[in-house]
């Protein structure tokens, strides 16, 4: 089983990686960084949600060796929901959709929209909420290096528009910090319309970055555990639909 992790707005899919100290031996972690992200910050961030959908699609295929799951916080997570959407259509469909930190994708965003503010005011407001780590915040020249990309994954979060379609046919884990001001665990709870199959919200005693607390490592090893047991036997696993 592989997990494949998409980042928050302007974040690093590299977080992902300590998920590899506690999830159950059999579970390999596929950080999916962005252009214009972390490790790629030198390539053209992509401002349209078709053409990053299409790339993280690609990401997942070039890297597929057996069932797995896509894990995603906050704007991760619509990216997350999408891509496995596509893939449910065009195949191999996920195992599981691992949602952090975000509202459902019919569900109006917990706070005003924040794209369009200007730096200061941007960068205030991110404080303000906690949508930004604490130690990004404190490095005015890294804030400002960043403000581009975050800006444009704002602003695809903010206006994003659920296209219509049928619910998944694969489970959905929602998880969201009970004092997170990016999202709250009413918002969190609409997932629960996006698949057929089994849905689990966990609210835990957090902010907005939450992918290392006790309580979401507990949550995603028993789902993680589950799903390998249930892949292992003969005739097992999602199907395309």
Excluded at 101 to 128: M, W, Y
Excluded at 161 to 183: E, S
Aim: hydrophobic share 45%.
């Amino acid at each position: 089983m592989t997990v494949f992790g998409f980042p928050a707005a302007g974040g690093s899919a590299s977080h992902f990686t300590r998920w590899r100290r506690w999830l159950p031996a059999g579970v390999a972690v596929q950080p999916v960084e962005l252009p214009g992200h972390g490790a790629r910050r030198q390539e053209p961030a992509i401002d349209d949600w078709p053409r990053l959908v299409a790339a993280g699609c690609d990401a997942v295929r070039d890297r597929l060796s057996g069932p797995y799951a896509l894990a995603g916080h906050s704007f991760g997570a619509l990216l997350a929901y999408e891509v496995a959407a596509t893939l449910a259509r065009t195949g191999p469909a996920p195992e599981l959709v691992i949602a952090a930190g975000r509202n459902g994708p019919t569900t109006g965003l917990a706070h005003r929209p924040l794209h369009a503010l200007d730096d200061d005011r941007l960068i205030e407001s991110l404080g303000r909420l906690g949508g930004t780590p604490a130690e990004v915040l404190a490095e005015p020249a890294l804030m400002r290096l960043a403000l581009p990309v975050l800006r444009t994954d704002l602003r695809l979060a903010e206006t994003y528009a659920r296209p219509p379609r049928a619910a998944l046919g694969c489970p959905i884990l929602a998880v969201v910090g009970r004092h997170d001001r990016m999202a709250d665990a009413a918002g969190a709870l609409a997932w629960q319309q996006e698949t057929v199959e089994r849905f689990d919200l966990t609210v835990v005693d957090g902010g907005h970055f939450i992918l290392d607390h006790p309580q979401v490592i507990d949550a995603v090893t028993a789902r993680m555990t589950e799903l390998l047991r249930r892949v292992g036997r003969p005739g097992a696993g999602t199907t395309n639909g």
